[in-house]
């Protein structure tokens, strides 16, 4: 048995919830999952739109989707469903308990006894907390700290820019003129849609 550590892990999406799920197994009970959407894995949610990863790749070797009860719409899961699953995987093996939802992350600072003080506040409640935490896992995603491009003239710009990360669906987009920079996955997706 571990001694008593206090872990704090940032994300609750599939990585976040992995890990959690990799600390219970090794005997650690004192877990925190600071998640800033209001649900499991929706955090970096296109509604509307799929996944560029197939199911083969995505699915978790401990939690096929036979087990999490979904079955697939297609090759590709939707955001819908990959939220779907990430909430049955923290409910089949325990995890909402340690998940604080709607809680962002404001300040990360070392003390003097090799601790960690860990700030974040409830978005909802409006209200700020403080956990001391003997580790802290950051487990945000790849895209969760945007890069919007500098280009010339986007000072002048009077509409709207957001970031992949940030696009809701395709019924954000119903009847504007959109213009989408870059060529990687997420704009492909959009544009299709």
Known sequence: K??????????????GLQCARALQRAGF????????????????????????????EVQLPEFPLVRAGIEPSGRFPTAEEMQQYARRYAEEFHLLRMIKFNSKLVQLSPDSRHRWQVLYTNTRERRHFKIVASFV?????????????????????????????????????????????????????????
């Open 29 to 56: 009970e004192s877990i925190s999952i600071l998640e800033s959407a209001g649900d499991c894995g929706s955090g970096s949610s296109y509604q509307g739109l799929n996944l560029q990863v197939p199911w083969s």
């Open 137 to 193: 896992v950051v487990c945000t995603g790849l895209h969760s700290t945007p890069h919007l491009p500098n280009y010339p003239g986007v000072q002048d710009f009077k509409g709207k820019q957001l970031h992949s990360r940030d696009f809701t669906g395709p019924l954000a987009a119903r009847g504007k003129t959109v213009v989408l920079v870059g060529n990687g996955r997420a704009p492909s997706d959009m544009a299709a849609r």
């Open 2 to 15: 571990n001694p008593p550590h206090r872990i704090v892990i940032v994300g609750g999406g599939l990585g």
